[in-house]
C-alpha cells in the first residue's frame, strides 16, 4: 500500500458539525442473483462472484479511479492498516476469493466476498448522510446495470443476515463525547441511544471506568434495515445525531463554567505528556487526542483545526506507524532498537509535530 497523505484522505477534509460528530458512513449489503451467500460457496462460486463484481466496476462510468486487489494478497499488516481505516471488519471471515475495490480518495470503498457478496460503504466528515448516501446509491445504481441483484418484492433485498435485508442499508456515525462523560452523563444518553433502537459500542475499546469507552469516541449504528425504508433509517439516524449534537455541546459549555480548573487541568496535562514524552502506547494517544480536542472545542487551545485532530486518530494507529517504519528512512536513538518501541517513539515524534502550532488561549 502506498503511503497516504492526510490532504489525499477523507478524513483530512471538515464536515458540518465535526466538533461532535467526527464521521457519518453508509453502507449497502448486495448479492448477486444465482449464488449463494459467501459462507455457502462451492468450487468456483467465489471466483465467479468476485470477476462479475470487478468487472462490473471496471465498466461504470466514474471519473474517480479504483483500485481492485484480492485481500489474501495483501500482507498482515495492509489488512491491519485497512481494519484501522474502517474498510475491513477486524472479524471479517475472508475467502480466498474475497476482494477490495477503492476509491482513490478512500472515500468509497467496496469488500466482494466478506458475509455479502458486495458491502459498498461511503465515508464522510462530518453529520453528512445524504452527502453519504448519494455517494454509494449512485455507484449501486450503476453496478446494478451490469450485475443481476438478489431480491423480492416481499423482503427487499436478500442479505447473509436477515437484520440487513430490506434496504440492505447500515448507518454508523463516530461521535465524540467527553462533556457527557466528564459530566457523569454516559450510561442515561448511551441507554436512551439504545432505547431508540440503535447500537453503540466503544469505538476504540474500554475506558478506564466502567462502561465508557477510550477517548469517548463511540459508533452508533442502526440496527435493523428489514422493517424500515432507506429515508426513514436516514431520517431516524440523523435526528439521534442532531440531539447528541445539541447535548453535547451544551454540557461543553456547563463543564467550562462550572469546572473550569478541572477542564484546564485535564487539558493542560495533555499538552504537556505530548510535549514532553518520549514513548506514547496507543491508547495514551487516542486519550490525549481526545483531550486536546476537548481543548479546543472549549476554546482553550487556537492553532489546530478537527480536521488535524480527526486524522492524527488514524496517523498514529499501530499498522499506520509500522508501515511509515517499514518504508522509510527514519533514524532512531540507539536504545530504540524494536519495532514495539519505534512505533511509540514515532508516535511522539508525530503527535509533537501535529500540535506544533497549537497555542493555549485561556
Same mark, same amino acid.
Given at each position: 500500500?502506498?503511503?497516504?497523505e492526510?490532504?489525499?484522505?477523507?478524513?483530512?477534509?471538515?464536515?458540518?458539525?465535526?466538533?461532535?460528530?467526527?464521521?457519518?458512513?453508509?453502507?449497502?449489503?448486495?448479492?448477486?442473483?444465482?449464488f449463494p451467500?459467501?459462507?455457502?460457496f462451492k468450487?468456483?462460486d467465489?471466483?465467479?462472484?468476485?470477476?462479475?463484481?470487478?468487472?462490473a466496476?471496471h465498466?461504470?462510468?466514474?471519473?474517480?479511479?479504483?483500485?481492485?486487489?484480492?485481500?489474501?494478497?495483501?500482507?498482515?499488516?495492509?489488512?491491519?492498516?485497512?481494519?484501522?481505516?474502517g474498510?475491513?471488519?477486524?472479524?471479517?471471515?475472508?475467502?480466498?476469493?474475497?476482494?477490495l475495490?477503492?476509491?482513490?480518495d478512500?472515500?468509497?470503498?467496496?469488500?466482494?466476498?466478506?458475509?455479502?457478496?458486495?458491502?459498498?460503504?461511503?465515508?464522510v466528515?462530518?453529520?453528512?448522510?445524504?452527502?453519504?448516501?448519494?455517494?454509494?446509491?449512485?455507484?449501486d445504481?450503476?453496478?446494478?446495470?451490469?450485475?443481476?441483484?438478489?431480491?423480492?418484492?416481499?423482503?427487499?433485498?436478500?442479505?447473509?443476515?436477515?437484520?440487513?435485508a430490506?434496504?440492505?442499508?447500515?448507518?454508523?456515525?463516530?461521535?465524540?463525547?467527553p462533556?457527557?462523560?466528564?459530566?457523569?452523563m454516559?450510561?442515561?444518553?448511551l441507554k436512551?441511544?439504545?432505547?431508540?433502537?440503535?447500537?453503540?459500542?466503544?469505538?476504540?475499546? &474500554?475506558?478506564?471506568?466502567l !462502561?465508557?469507552? +477510550? %477517548?469517548?469516541?463511540?459508533? #452508533?449504528?442502526t440496527? *435493523?434495515? =428489514? @422493517?424500515?425504508d432507506?429515508?426513514?433509517?436516514?431520517?431516524?439516524?440523523?435526528?439521534?445525531?442532531?440531539?447528541?449534537?445539541d447535548?453535547e455541546?451544551?454540557?461543553?459549555?456547563?463543564?467550562?463554567?462550572?469546572?473550569?480548573?478541572?477542564?484546564?487541568?485535564?487539558?493542560?496535562?495533555?499538552?504537556?505528556?505530548v510535549?514532553?514524552?518520549?514513548?506514547?502506547?496507543?491508547r495514551?494517544g487516542?486519550?490525549?487526542? &481526545?483531550?486536546?480536542?476537548? !481543548?479546543?472545542? +472549549? %476554546?482553550?487551545?487556537?492553532? #489546530?483545526?478537527?480536521? *488535524?485532530? =480527526? @486524522?492524527?486518530?488514524?496517523?498514529?494507529?499501530?499498522?499506520?506507524?509500522?508501515?511509515?517504519?517499514?518504508s522509510?528512512?527514519?533514524?532512531?536513538?540507539?536504545?530504540?532498537?524494536?519495532?514495539?518501541?519505534?512505533?511509540?517513539?514515532?508516535?511522539?515524534?508525530?503527535?509533537?509535530?501535529?500540535?506544533?502550532?497549537?497555542?493555549?488561549?485561556?
Amino acid at each position: 500500500m502506498r503511503k497516504t497523505e492526510i490532504s489525499d484522505a477523507w478524513y483530512g477534509s471538515n464536515g458540518p458539525d465535526n466538533d461532535v460528530v467526527l464521521s457519518s458512513r453508509v453502507r449497502l449489503a448486495r448479492n448477486l442473483a444465482n449464488f449463494p451467500f459467501p459462507q455457502g460457496f462451492k468450487n468456483s462460486d467465489g471466483d465467479r462472484v468476485q470477476s462479475l463484481v470487478f468487472d462490473a466496476f471496471h465498466k461504470i462510468d466514474e471519473n474517480e479511479t479504483y483500485q481492485s486487489l484480492l485481500i489474501s494478497e495483501l500482507d498482515s499488516l495492509g489488512q491491519k492498516i485497512l481494519s484501522e481505516r474502517g474498510v475491513i471488519e477486524p472479524d471479517s471471515i475472508l475467502q480466498t476469493s474475497s476482494g477490495l475495490i477503492l476509491r482513490g480518495d478512500g472515500r468509497v470503498s467496496c469488500t466482494v466476498n466478506c458475509y455479502d457478496h458486495i458491502r459498498l460503504s461511503s465515508f464522510v466528515t462530518g453529520l453528512d448522510l445524504s452527502n453519504a448516501k448519494k455517494l454509494v446509491k449512485e455507484i449501486d445504481d450503476k453496478l446494478q446495470k451490469h450485475l443481476q441483484i438478489a431480491g423480492s418484492v416481499e423482503f427487499g433485498y436478500l442479505t447473509s443476515a436477515i437484520k440487513d435485508a430490506g434496504s440492505g442499508m447500515k448507518i454508523s456515525l463516530l461521535v465524540h463525547l467527553p462533556a457527557i462523560s466528564y459530566g457523569g452523563m454516559l450510561d442515561r444518553v448511551l441507554k436512551e441511544i439504545m432505547s431508540e433502537g440503535f447500537s453503540v459500542i466503544g469505538y476504540y475499546g &474500554s475506558g478506564m471506568s466502567l !462502561g465508557s469507552s +477510550l %477517548g469517548a469516541f463511540y459508533k #452508533i449504528s442502526t440496527e *435493523v434495515s =428489514f @422493517s424500515e425504508d432507506e429515508e426513514i433509517q436516514l431520517e431516524k439516524i440523523n435526528n439521534l445525531g442532531k440531539k447528541i449534537i445539541d447535548f453535547e455541546r451544551k454540557v461543553r459549555l456547563e463543564i467550562a463554567d462550572n469546572k473550569p480548573t478541572f477542564v484546564r487541568d485535564l487539558v493542560y496535562k495533555a499538552i504537556a505528556m505530548v510535549k514532553y514524552s518520549r514513548f506514547i502506547d496507543s491508547r495514551d494517544g487516542i486519550d490525549l487526542i &481526545s483531550k486536546i480536542k476537548f !481543548g479546543l472545542d +472549549l %476554546g482553550l487551545l487556537t492553532g #489546530i483545526e478537527t480536521n *488535524v485532530l =480527526f @486524522s492524527l486518530l488514524y496517523r498514529v494507529q499501530n499498522a499506520h506507524l509500522s508501515y511509515v517504519i517499514r518504508s522509510s528512512d527514519l533514524s532512531y536513538e540507539k536504545d530504540v532498537n524494536t519495532e514495539e518501541l519505534k512505533i511509540e517513539r514515532l508516535r511522539s515524534l508525530i503527535l509533537q509535530e501535529t500540535l506544533n502550532t497549537m497555542q493555549i488561549t485561556a
